[in-house]
């Protein structure tokens, strides 16, 4: 009867361990529970999605909106654009090489100046698509991701406690993860380093 009840409690401590392995992470718990919500998503759609990331500006690059297309788990395409330009708004249309010039002559910018600025990449990099043989080109090249890979950085990267870093997660895609990363304490207008998905649907 005692070898019985030894090995029983051995074995419910090695279920116990399994089911409550620590990640070391910050957010852990809510993590988890992130976790297991995008792979039930994952599994009813065959890892088939789109999902919609947006940047912060920043001192050195303008804010964006990137949609990424991913296809039995692999990223297929992005395409994208600047939100703005020097806070005018992106027309409802998209930009093209002459309202990229309007907008940058309604700033105050000088003629010389502007015509300096339109270079094929600066209006290409406005406005763009992405396929399997350019990805990352015109965007972030570190937000090719598919959403396994955006938790994994997660697990491994942006949720490590850290002194000088603030850890943040939240879920407001329906549990599924919706911004993960990193900003310097306590400075909350310093630029976010991480991801923010703004939505998430199946691919149909």
């Known amino acids: 009867m005692k070898n ?21 992470i910050e957010h852990e718990s809510a993590y988890k529970k992130s976790l297991k919500k995008w792979e039930e998503f994952r ?4 890892n088939t999605y789109t999902f919609v990331i947006e940047t912060d500006r920043s001192f050195s690059a303008l804010p964006s909106r990137i949609t990424l297309t991913v296809e039995n788990g692999i990223l297929t395409k992005r395409n994208g654009h ?14 093209t090489a002459e309202n990229i010039r309007v907008a ?3 700033i105050n910018i000088d003629k010389a100046r502007i015509e300096e600025m339109l270079t094929a990449d600066f209006i290409a990099g406005m406005e763009w698509e992405e396929d399997q043989n350019n ?9 090719a991701m598919t959403i396994d890979q955006i938790y994994k950085k997660a697990k491994d990267t942006w949720l ?29 207008d310093f630029p976010f380093n991480g991801v923010r998905i703004v939505s998430i649907a199946a691919l149909k």
């Open 4 to 24: 019985l009840f030894g090995i029983f409690s051995i074995l419910i401590l090695l279920f116990s361990c399994s089911k409550g392995e620590s990640l070391n």
């Open 43 to 46: 599994s009813e759609n065959n």
């Open 82 to 95: 600047k939100m703005d330009l020097f806070l005018v708004p992106r027309p409802a249309a998209g930009w």
């Open 104 to 106: 940058l002559t309604s």
């Open 135 to 143: 990805l990352g080109k015109y965007g972030p090249q570190d937000l």
């Open 160 to 188: 490590v406690p850290s002194k000088g870093d603030e850890a943040i997660f939240e879920t407001k895609n329906n549990g599924i993860i919706s911004m993960v990363g990193t900003r310097l304490k306590p400075h909350d």
